[in-house]
């Protein structure tokens, strides 16, 4: 019930979670995302990536 950065191992559990738990965590995840100052331009995938905290 957190979020996962890129590049991170997954692991699986096999358990039941409500859609609606994991619709409420990632509400309040969403509100604490903060965008950080720098973006860059990636040419060959011609889109912008912006890191976020």
Known sequence: MEPSPKGRPIRAFKESISREEV??????????????ERAEYREPERAWIVPLA
């Open 23 to 36: 619709a409420n965590v990632m509400d309040s995840i969403v509100r604490e995302l903060k965008v950080l």
